[in-house]
Structures are given as C-alpha cells and as structure tokens.
C-alpha cells in the first residue's frame, strides 16, 4: 500500500485507492478529461485522467475502491496524479481499515465501557429506554458502535460517535460530583442518548456526507423524535422524567446559533451541553496538534496556535 501522506514528486503510483470524487471537465482544447480524487486514511490527493478512451481507463464511479497506476507530479506547488491506467478492485485487494480513519480506541474496550455507563443508571424507566437503544436494537448497536462522530469537524473516523459519547458521559459524570444536587440519572441518559441521530443525519463511510433528512432537519431534533417515539412505545414514563430528557437532548448544543431549538433551562442540561462542548473541542485541538506535529508545523516550545478553535463551538451543520 502507497499512502498519500509518503507520496513524493514523480513517485510511480501503483497501489488501491477509494475514490473520494470523480467528475468530467472539457479542456481548452475542447477535450474532455475526468477529475478525481484518491483517498486513504493519511489524506487526499488529486487525479487527472487525460486520456478518457484509454484502453487502460476502465469504468469505475465515485465510492469504487479502485487499482490505480500513474504518475505523481507537482502542479502549482501540488502533487497530482497523472493516472494512466485504473479500474475496480477486487475485495481482496484491499482493507478498508487503510482508507479510513478509526478511533484510536478498540471498539470493543468503548462497548464495554458503554454497556458499564449505562448499568450506572438507576432510574427504571431511564434504565430501560437506555436498553432498548444500546442492548436489544441490535441493528441500531452495530450502526452506533462504528459510526463517525461528524462529517469533518470532530471525532469524523469509524467509531467516532461511540467514542465522543463515551468521553462527554464520563466528562459529564465527573463535573456532576462537584454539586449534590444534580440528577445523574438525567445527566448519564441524556449524554448517552444526546447524538444517537448522527447515524441517521451522515451516511457511513465511504461516503460519509449528510442525508437530506440530516441536512434538512438535523440530529438534534431528530434525535429527539426518535427518543420521544421510543418513550411511546415503551411507556410508563413520568411527564417530568420525560420532560426533562428531551428538553435536555434539545439543548444539548448550548446556543440557538449552534442549533439547538431550546437554551439549557435546567442545571442537567447546561452540564451535558458543556460535557459536549468540551470533549468535542479537546477532539479537534488533539487533531489540529497531532497534524502539526506530522507536518513539523511545531513551534520551538513545542505549541501549535489553536487560537482558531478558542472561543467558537463546534458547527458541524456548517462542515
């Protein structure tokens, strides 16, 4: 496997890439010529195919894991790929832990320590919502344990969304024993609960864009529906125990300018949207540092500015 990140100038190119995008274009000489871009987990990089009837040129589209052959050049300051022959892989041909980024933890040790959070509740009626999600919708668990937290800002690899949701219930478990007079209860269900319609908002990789009903509606209020419909069906909730779920998965991005339809009115709430907060700014500091460091974009102290990320919240309705 060449990954793009150890790609040099006029490097031959011989290895599986996904294709992140593919399009057509006409040149100025009134030829036409394909655009595209080749992914791994180590990054992007472009592609031209100039000669569109070339009998090496085989059919293949945008999400197609593809063999790729070509030359690497510098155009503008950037690599491209001049890609003389390429076609669809066999699935043999390739792994797809190599094109994706994957969270750092093992899935499995995250779904222990989910499966730990959520015996932490000792509320019956949480207790059970919280089962019927994570325990007994074995198809909604298995789409949930490798989902990516976001499309681009933060946790956006495989198993992104278990990890963010793990670290903020843990966060939020944590500041909560500082004050006595909080409900852990609320507090552990909501942060578990608070993103469970990213699976529904992005599509999983390798396509990783939003839905229309994402892009359109959302996750914060489609998390809400679908939390709102399971209390339904289940029932036997108290109108304050569910009150103050929902009211707390709607409030749980702080702000109306960063989405959510309601601002924190109760304690439990403004704590989860701060344990959100926070762990999804450490994710994309940690991110932006470890990037630095791979690009020797380092300071002499060993820094990297981060003022960027300093007082703005996260808009991943925007990335």
């Known amino acids: 496997m060449q990954f793009i990140n150890k790609i040099k100038d006029d490097d031959e190119l011989s290895s599986v890439y996904h294709i992140k995008t593919k399009s057509q274009a006409t040149a100025k000489t009134g030829k036409e010529y394909f655009n595209v871009q080749l992914e791994d987990k180590?990054?992007?990089?472009d592609g031209k195919i100039w000669d569109v009837a070339s009998p090496g040129i085989e059919e293949f589209s945008a999400n197609d894991f593809c063999f790729v052959e070509g030359e690497v050049i510098s155009y503008n300051n950037q690599l491209q790929v001049k890609i003389k022959r390429i076609r669809v892989a066999d699935e043999n041909e390739y792994h797809?832990?190599?094109?994706?980024?994957?969270s750092r933890y093992a899935?499995?040790?995250?779904?222990?320590?989910?499966?730990?959070?959520?015996?932490?509740?000792?509320?019956s009626n949480y207790q059970k919502l919280l089962k019927s999600f994570f325990i007994e919708d074995k198809t909604f668990r298995e789409k949930f344990l490798s989902h990516q937290g976001a499309k681009v800002v933060h946790h956006s690899f495989i198993s992104g969304l278990l990890e963010h949701t793990v670290s903020t219930t843990k966060l939020a478990i944590a500041m909560a024993k500082n004050y006595d007079d909080l409900n852990l209860d609320l507090i552990i269900t909501a942060s578990l609960l608070h993103d469970i319609a990213k699976i529904d908002e992005i599509s999983s990789y390798p396509k990783n864009e939003y839905t229309d009903e994402g892009y359109l509606i959302g996750h914060i209020v489609m998390g809400y529906e679908k939390v709102k419909e399971r209390i339904n069906k289940l029932g036997g909730f108290?109108?304050?125990?569910?009150?103050?779920?929902?009211?707390?998965i709607l409030a749980h991005h702080g702000s109306t300018e960063f989405g959510s339809p309601k601002l924190p009115m109760i304690m439990e709430a403004y704590l989860v949207s701060q344990a959100?907060?926070?762990?999804?700014?450490?994710?994309?500091?940690?991110?932006?540092?470890?990037?630095?460091?791979v690009t020797n974009k380092m300071d002499s102290n060993g820094f990297v500015d981060n003022n960027k990320f300093v007082g703005t919240r996260f808009r991943e309705s925007k990335l």
């Open 238 to 248: 108290d109108v304050n125990e569910e009150n103050e779920l929902l009211h707390t």
């Open 276 to 293: 959100d907060n926070t762990d999804a700014k450490l994710e994309i500091m940690r991110e932006a540092i470890k990037n630095a460091k």
């Open 96 to 102: 797809t832990d190599d094109y994706f980024a994957t």
């Open 42 to 45: 180590t990054g992007v990089i």
């Open 107 to 123: 899935k499995e040790d995250m779904a222990k320590e989910l499966d730990n959070l959520i015996s932490l509740v000792h509320n």
